[in-house]
């Protein structure tokens, strides 16, 4: 049975010890709370413990490691800060370490470049350098590929000239020659186990052994060897014959911006995170620039072009739809 609250003397009123409040102080007595702790040891004294900092390792390689100097960061500042001024626009200085300072000055550099711009770090003249470079989209599988058997069917001067004006777009822009393409040797792999029919009067075994080593590759190779002349002043001294070469030395005048100068097409040819072949492209090279503008013998060998020779540059015609 609970314990009624009986009045006791004076004012104020207490319950029986069974209903008194766990921890309130009674009169006459000093309140004690437990204390589950050790002697001399704080239950929360972990909390104030100091762990032992263990410094993290920088994941920079041992290639890279020679270039990561003040002097280096310097220029790489310099050179950005330039940079930002042609935009109209700042760079600011980062701090730390002389990695840490390169790291966060790339990312704020990457940073004001237009749309479609990317940013690099490269070593060039055994210095680190930016390389600022363009993403371009590409029509899929469409190519520029240039026919140059034309040069064949022409004579004395006007020959030499195209033969300087082809040799020189080939050498300046960095155009390899047909025998070293990414299909040459799987042309003639394909070639020796498959049987096919007579192509324009010339069976396969002698349009391949064409290629290889008999009339075309001679030409090819002259063409690429060729010692040229001075094509500038032969367009503008040259009298054209017929409205045939009339047209083709306008073709000419109107492509010296590719054979002059030190610009180069295959210099846009650029990737810095292309590494062997991507997962996507696990049973073809991918389409690079070089297989996309390049110069051919002729494109009715391998373009499709009617009758269809599929069975003669099958990794060509594969991806030559639209050229």
Not at 59 to 70: A, G, N, R, V
Not at 122 to 141: C, F, G, M, P, R
Not at 236 to 261: A, H, M, S, T
Request: charged share 25%; net charge negative; hydrophobic share 35%.
């Amino acid at each position: 049975m609970r314990t009624k609250i009986v009045k006791g003397t004076g004012t104020n009123y207490c319950r029986s010890h069974r209903e008194r409040p766990v921890c309130k102080d009674v009169i006459g007595r000093h309140s004690q709370k437990k204390d589950n702790s050790r002697i001399g040891v704080h239950r929360s004294d972990f909390l104030k413990h100091r762990f032992e900092v263990i410094p993290a390792k920088h994941d920079i390689s041992d290639k890279i490691k020679d270039f990561l100097t003040e002097d280096n960061f310097d220029y790489l500042l310099e050179c950005a800060v330039h940079y930002a001024n042609l935009l109209g626009k700042t760079i600011e200085i980062p701090k730390g370490e002389v990695h840490e300072r390169i790291n966060r000055l790339y990312y704020c550099f990457a940073g004001i470049l237009p749309k479609k711009h990317r940013l690099n770090i490269e070593i060039s003249d055994n210095k680190l350098a930016w390389t600022v470079y363009y993403v371009h989209d590409w029509q899929k599988y469409f190519f520029y590929w240039l026919p140059v058997n034309f040069i064949t069917r022409l004579s004395g001067c006007i020959k030499e000239i195209a033969m300087s004006f082809i040799h020189l777009y080939i050498r300046k822009n960095n155009l390899m020659p047909f025998s070293h393409c990414y299909e040459y040797e799987y042309i003639f792999e394909i070639a020796e186990y498959d049987d096919y029919e007579d192509y324009n009067e010339l069976t396969i075994s002698e349009l391949l052994h064409s290629y290889s080593k008999g009339e075309i590759s001679v030409f090819l190779d002259e063409l690429y060897n060729h010692e040229p002349l001075d094509v500038i002043n032969e367009l503008q001294e040259y009298k054209p014959r017929n409205p045939q070469e009339i047209k083709l030395l306008d073709c000419f005048k109107k492509g010296l911006p590719f054979i002059v100068g030190n610009d180069s097409i295959m210099n846009y040819h650029y990737n810095p995170y292309f590494e062997g072949f991507p997962e996507e492209y696990e049973d073809m090279e991918p389409v690079t620039l070089d297989r996309i503008i390049r110069y051919v013998y002729d494109l009715t060998h391998i373009a499709g072009v009617s009758p269809p020779p599929k069975k003669i540059f099958p990794a060509i015609s594969m991806l030559s739809g639209d050229c």
